[in-house]
């Protein structure tokens, strides 16, 4: 118990002096993640006046903030996360698993009938800081945003996804490449030093290829 009350204060002391923490108190973001997407969003240009955005595991809601600042008036930003998030002005909000099919009827629901032409996913597991353990659990979080990006994307939409280099991590990125023309790998000044922790940006999605045309 010693030990770990020791290294949550050793983490609350490097939270609480990170620079990218204090930026976001500074200018109002949620969550230092908000610059994760703010340097993937310059170096790719992910997000435009007008497009409609799904944000998944969205609380506390920095990426949101982002992603609602870009598409502006005439765009339409939905999220969705397991825990409650704050209301957010021009963000609609479902709370609930979005496997469930339920809430998938409601996530969907939100996007007023357009395909979304971007999905966005932060997610990941608590860490146990068991590799044998955490790597199957951030894998599995990626392959489920993807596979509802899969239902929702419309053609030549954008899907953007924390991964963790490690086990099955190749096999996803052939998997993006079956249904994505251009794959690549990301890693924001934002993410911690040492962390395993990639962006993946899979841009113009073509569909899933079928046995008979390949394509």
Partial sequence: MTRKKSSSKAWLRQHHSDPYVQRAQR????????????ELQERECLIRPGMTVLDLGAAPGGWSQVAVKLVGHAGCVAAS?????????????VQGDF??????????????????????????PNMSGMSAIDQPRSMYLVELALELAQQVLRPGGCFVSKVFQGEGFEQLLQHCRAGFARVRTRKPAA???????????ARDWRGIPTPETGH
Avoid: H
Avoid at 27 to 38: D, I, P, V
């Fill in 99 to 124: 496997t469930d099919p339920e809430v998938f009827e409601q996530v969907a629901g939100l996007l007023d009938q357009n395909a979304a032409d971007l999905v966005i996913s932060d997610m990941a």
């Fill in 191 to 201: 993410s911690r030093p040492g962390s395993r922790e990639l962006y993946l940006v």
């Fill in 81 to 93: 996360d397991l825990l409650p998030m704050e209301p957010i002005p021009g963000v609609a909000f």
């Fill in 27 to 38: 200018e109002g973001y949620r969550s230092r993640a908000c610059y994760k997407l703010l």
